[in-house]
């Protein structure tokens, strides 16, 4: 291990600036150590869409968020994903041809009064989709300041594809659940009871495996053996679970909340088990666990490790960079128009 880490730290200082390597929070720390930047989702896009002088940008995250950075990078940066099995199971439930499909379902009840709007979990494709049709891109930085813009624009959205950030971000902002259906695109249908000119958001059946692991009986638990403790998660947490805790948001939310939290305070987290653990390391002087006592790693983010880094490291040095993540042309263009409309908003 120590040679590997020597080795990296090595290729490192040789590029200097022409390497840069940003982390997701939710990378293990044999990784995060080499950081240039850590982040969520919106700040590790923002970061990729300013940095001008890096040759190489070695991606530290899932296959998404290594798409979005190489569409907002210059076409001559060349970004690398160390494993390309790190995916992301949330991004692959919604394809392109069933987003096709859907639409088609969508507009012929519903006509021009839809709006797309993806989480940034997504692929290239779906990112597209939706700026092609004058959507966006959400993160869940943003995805409440982006929900209120969306229907500016028209009557109702789409919202891709995680079912749950679109349910309690739209529900935060007053649309009440009577007002939301879901799209199955597995049965190719709506799951609703009422009369479907009535509903405002159509939420996309998909989920996040890591977060939907996060109960209303871990939390009843908690209540019940530690009553003074407050309870945060992530909104990719189901409705019931959101609503049951004291406090929601992103990654950055939950660091930054506990990061400004009294010393002596206590706190069960809902989110990924590499982020939560790091959590409890830097605050030793506050009583931290996870709101499942049995950890829920995100086991794609986890593909990403020491030996993977390096081995991507090593072959820019050899100057035949492996892994590269390149969305093609024409995908790029319209993906970025989702994208932009999201950075011009945040
Ligand atoms: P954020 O980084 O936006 O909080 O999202 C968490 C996540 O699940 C990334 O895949
Ligand atoms: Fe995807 Fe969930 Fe892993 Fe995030 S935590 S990368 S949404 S599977």
Redesign the pocket.
């Known amino acids: 291990v120590k040679e590997m880490e020597e080795r990296v730290w090595e290729i490192k200082r040789a590029f200097g600036e022409k390497l840069f390597l940003p982390c ?3 990378q293990k720390d044999e990784v995060v150590q080499f950081a240039d930047a850590t982040g ?3 700040k590790l896009a923002q970061l990729a869409a300013e940095n001008e002088k890096a040759e190489y940008i070695v991606f530290c995250g ?1 296959h998404f968020m290594a798409e979005t950075a190489d569409i907002l990078t210059r076409e001559d940066q060349i970004v690398i994903l160390p494993d390309m099995r790190a995916g ?1 199971s949330m991004a692959d439930m919604a394809d392109i041809v069933q987003t096709e499909k859907a639409w088609k379902a969508i507009q012929e009840i519903y006509g021009d009064t839809v709006l797309p709007i993806t989480y940034i ?1 997504s692929t290239a494709a779906i990112k597209a989709f939706c700026g092609r049709h004058g959507g966006a891109t959400v ?3 943003n995805a409440k300041k982006m929900i209120e813009w969306a229907f500016t624009q028209k009557e109702r959205l789409l919202f891709l594809p995680d079912q749950h950030l679109g349910r309690n971000t739209a529900y935060s902002l007053g649309i009440p659940l009577e007002q939301m259906a879901v799209w199955d695109p597995i049965a190719e249908t709506f799951e609703y009871d009422g009369d479907l000119q009535d509903v405002k958001v159509i939420l996309w059946k998909g989920h ?1 495996s890591v977060h939907e692991n996060f109960t209303v009986e871990n939390i009843a638990e908690i209540r019940k053996t530690k009553p003074d403790m407050n309870i945060i998660v ?1 909104p ?1 947490c189901t409705y019931e679970v959101v609503q049951a805790s004291d406090y929601n948001g ?3 939310y939950i660091i930054n909340t506990i990061k400004n939290a009294p010393s002596g305070s206590k706190w069960a987290i809902g989110t990924e088990m590499n982020l939560v653990k790091r959590i409890i390391a830097e605050h030793p002087d506050k009583e931290i666990v996870s709101l499942n006592p049995h950890m829920c790693p995100c086991l794609t983010m986890n593909r990403i490790d020491l030996p993977h880094l390096l081995w991507a490291l090593e072959s820019i040095e050899k100057n035949e960079p492996l892994n590269e993540i390149k969305v093609s042309k024409d995908i790029a263009k319209e993906a970025m128009l989702a994208l932009n409309k999201m950075l011009q908003h945040v």
Do not use: A, P, Q, R
């Open positions: 997701h929070h939710y969520d989702s919106l899932v992301c979990n993160t869940s930085s996040c992530h990719e992103s990654t950055n």
